[in-house]
């Protein structure tokens, strides 16, 4: 039997464990690497080729998101797996949008995962239940026109996105953020990913020029959005 070959990406050691020890119980299924951020994600992609890589959304020095976007660049026959704890509609669309072939969420059991990674291991795609609601109470709000486009000028972050993205103009570096808002540093890493993608901008320089422009250089304290607060 020719397993299915895994690169599991959590910058949390006890989670990539977790997953690889409940992965063992199935004979053709096989882990045969492990990264703790997104780089060394792209890294070991390109020198082990797994068949898929199993990769969280929020990790340092690239994200998720990106990394995906970078494996499937370099890789377009390797299938990349997202499973994340988020599942909220910015962060589906996010995650489709970087080419990743399924989506199942940290709650999922391992019989699901499992059926995950055989899924998109064959070029299928693969969204756990919650998620596909998601997607299809996304396509029923546009096909009724109740999600109307942005208005012209408008920007497109929540309050709290836009709180970080005054914090980060102000040159604080994640844990300072998260120690004036009294969340923890992955959340902030969080919002920051979700505001570059919502955004196009990978730069702080850009971002920075981006807030003066649309005059989020200071924004108040007391926003909150549905991903964290």
Not at 14 to 29: E, F, V
Not at 49 to 73: F, H, N, Q, W, Y
Not at 141 to 147: D, H, P, T, V
């Amino acid at each position: 039997m020719e397993k299915i070959r895994i690169l599991l990406a959590d910058d949390h050691t006890l989670i990539r464990n977790g997953i690889a020890t409940l992965l063992q119980s199935y004979p053709d299924i096989e882990v045969v690497g492990e990264a703790q951020d997104g780089v060394e994600a792209v890294r070991k992609t390109k020198e082990i080729k797994p068949d898929v890589v199993v990769i969280d959304v929020s990790m340092p020095k690239l994200s998720g998101i990106e990394a995906t976007k970078a494996i499937r660049k370099e890789h377009p026959d390797i299938h990349v797996l997202v499973l994340t704890m988020h599942e909220n509609e910015e962060y589906v669309y996010q995650i489709l949008k970087s080419g990743a072939a399924g989506y199942v969420l940290k709650s999922a059991g391992k019989e699901e995962l499992s059926a995950a990674i055989r899924a998109v291991a064959k070029g299928e795609k693969f969204f756990s239940a919650r998620v596909s609601e998601i997607v299809a109470e996304c396509y029923v709000r546009r096909a009724e026109g109740r999600e109307l486009p942005l208005e012209a000028g408008k920007v497109p972050l929540t309050k709290r996105e836009q709180e970080i993205l005054g914090l980060v103009v102000q040159g604080l570096t994640n844990q300072q953020i998260a120690d004036q808002l009294c969340i923890s540093p992955r959340t902030v890493d969080t919002h920051r990913t979700n505001i570059m993608q919502k955004l196009d901008i990978h730069d702080v320089a850009n971002l920075v020029r981006y807030a003066i422009e649309h005059g989020i250089t200071s924004v108040g304290r007391g926003g909150e959005d549905s991903v964290d607060s």
